[in-house]
């Protein structure tokens, strides 16, 4: 058996941030490019890069996401992945990230994942220096506007932009350099860099690139969106201007054992006078069978990901709550349903007379968006025919939002 080198570099990426300039009502980390989150993104792009221990620095209450997030993207690098909690301050979160960091690890490299398309050369560029002897690096490009200083309305000068740089991410340390600065560190900095150079260290430039730009604003957002759209090949006779979004298909089922306590809870709607089922939340097979569905639509894992044991607060939760916190993720990945088509599997409940009612209910927590159930037995067949328990089996559509 192989076993994997432990990596002399360390790569924070920092993804604790609001995102409230953004405007896109989630934190910045886990808003949608594409199909995929900024995260997701500058994951991919660092795992591309060099050979690391890479520490994901996510809000509170997101770790879950962020694992998701990080796993997807790191291939068969599964085991270097590492997930901390933020704090109020990006220095804060800095220093967690930090803290988790192995012992054999030598070199830091410091990124936010608000930098989302930043080519993995960069990141090796970055080692590469460091590597070289210096003890901090930061990658920049040269300012090409002109560049004024100014009084209010007033313009008061002119800056030399021969010696102005932009300041990107990664930023890279030697680790014994930027853990003692951390250390001893006497306020808050807008960066590593400026930090670690008020510790008494030199900082050395290398050549940034255009791609490393920070997503700030909703016009970051659109102008990344813009990189890395989807161009499906479309025949030439096909005459169109503009590419075609493709919606997206996703399949899902669950499974309850009757044994629950309390009453039944199936498709959105309390059953009285029926059998519980058990599970974690109300087992309500319907609604995990459609959450399970639109998840694996927009390629954001499975509802174990996101609601599994592991996530207490959803425990006893009903539809709308998965639903609606589903819906959620869907936005934030630049995802919104189509329709819902689910079959429920069960000799009881009867469905017949609560039809409408069921399709309402799940269609409103979905945002409007349609939901048709059916219903069937199984001639007796299973553990369906056997009235232990209900099956559902959901397809889902999603499109471009």
Do not use: C
């Not at 890479?54 to 997101?62: D, E, F, T």
């Amino acid at each position: 058996m192989t076993i994997a080198p432990v990596p002399r570099v360390g790569i924070i990426v920092v993804a604790a941030g609001s995102g409230t300039r953004l405007g896109a009502g989630a934190p910045k980390g886990f808003v949608g490019i594409d199909e995929h989150t900024i995260l997701r993104h500058a994951l991919e792009r660092v795992f591309a890069g060099p050979y690391a221990q890479v520490v994901v620095v996510a809000p509170a209450g997101r770790e879950g996401d962020a694992l998701s997030e990080a796993l997807d993207a790191s291939g068969d690098r599964r085991d270097v992945v590492t997930i901390v909690v933020g704090g109020a301050t990006r220095q804060e979160s800095v220093q967690a990230g930090l803290s988790a960091l192995w012992g054999d690890v030598e070199i830091v490299l410091v990124h936010d994942a608000a930098r989302a398309l930043t080519p993995p050369e960069v990141f090796e560029r970055v080692v590469a220096a460091i590597d070289s002897g210096r003890a901090g690096v930061v990658p920049v490009l040269p300012v090409v506007d002109t560049i004024k200083r100014v009084d209010g309305p007033r313009i008061v000068g002119a800056v030399d932009r021969s010696e102005l740089s932009a300041a990107q991410t990664p930023q890279g340390f030697r680790r014994d350099v930027l853990d003692a600065a951390y250390r001893t560190a006497t306020g808050e900095f807008t960066d590593d860099a400026a930090l670690v150079a008020d510790a008494g260290h030199e900082i050395e430039a290398v050549e940034g690139h255009p791609l490393a730009f920070k997503i700030t604003t909703a016009a970051d957002l659109d102008r990344a969106r813009s990189l890395v759209a989807e161009r499906p090949i479309l025949p030439a006779s096909a005459g169109l201007e503009h590419p075609v979004a493709i919606p997206r298909v996703g399949l899902g089922t669950d499974v309850h054992a009757f044994g629950g306590d309390g009453t039944l809870w199936l498709a959105g709607l309390e059953w009285p006078g029926e059998r519980a089922l058990s599970g974690h939340s109300d087992g309500d097979a319907v609604a995990h069978a459609i959450v399970d569905a639109l998840l694996a639509a927009a390629g954001l894992g499975d509802i174990g990901t996101h609601f599994g044991t592991d996530h207490p607060e959803y425990a006893g939760a009903h539809a709308d709550v998965f639903l609606a916190r589903t819906l959620g993720l869907l936005g934030e990945a630049g995802w919104r349903v189509g329709n819902v088509s689910v079959q429920v599997q069960a000799n009881r409940p009867r469905f017949a007379a609560r039809r409408g009612e069921a399709e309402a209910a799940l269609s409103a927590a979905l945002g409007g968006a349609p939901v048709s159930v059916s219903a069937t037995t199984t001639d007796g067949l299973g553990f369906t025919g056997r009235s232990e328990g209900v099956a559902a089996f959901a397809v889902a559509l999603v499109v471009r939002a």
